[in-house]
């Protein structure tokens, strides 16, 4: 079992208070697809390359589960109510057959080794993503602030 220990979400909750609602999940999106593009990019890298190539170039990050995945995510997190989540996958038909093998094949991983290799970074990224969004946000919102005051 991986245990991951994460600090200052009271913190981050307290800056993200100073914005309105739709601003701060606006915040968190941007950082966490900053965060987590580059595993879909190492992703793209560490896949099989077969005949038509396309699942070597078919990791990309999303907001948006199938219909199947969004279902099954449902009944997984029933009580989570999460204001941003994000996913990092493919879109190739074939993709889970690639990742974990099947009868015909052994598996062929890409995503997994991809989060393995990017996990500390990722982590480190949207710390630090997030830091520098609030404070760009916070900027923004006080030139606003002056320009409409200038305009009285």
Do not use: C
């Not at 915040?27 to 896949?47: D, H």
């Not at 005949?51 to 907001?63: E, G, I, L, M, R």
């Not at 990092?88 to 393995?116: C, I, K, M, S, Y």
């Amino acid at each position: 079992m991986v245990k991951i220990r994460l600090e200052g979400f009271a913190a981050l909750d307290r800056e993200l208070a100073q914005f309105p609602k739709a601003t701060g999940k606006s915040v968190l999106r941007r950082t966490l697809k900053s965060a987590a593009l580059p595993i879909a990019t190492t992703a793209n890298s560490l896949a099989p390359v077969g005949p038509t190539a396309s699942y070597s170039k078919s990791f990309s990050y999303s907001t948006k589960l199938n219909k199947r995945q969004a279902s099954l995510h449902r009944k997984a997190f029933k009580n989570d109510k999460q204001s941003v989540e994000g996913f990092v996958g493919t879109n190739d038909p074939a993709g889970v057959q690639q990742e974990f093998g099947n009868q015909n094949h052994g598996p062929q991983p890409a995503l997994r080794p991809a989060w393995d290799s990017q996990k500390e970074q990722t982590l480190d990224r949207i710390g630090k993503g997030l830091w520098d969004e609030i404070q760009k946000t916070a900027a923004r919102a006080a030139r606003k602030t002056a320009r409409l005051a200038a305009k009285g």
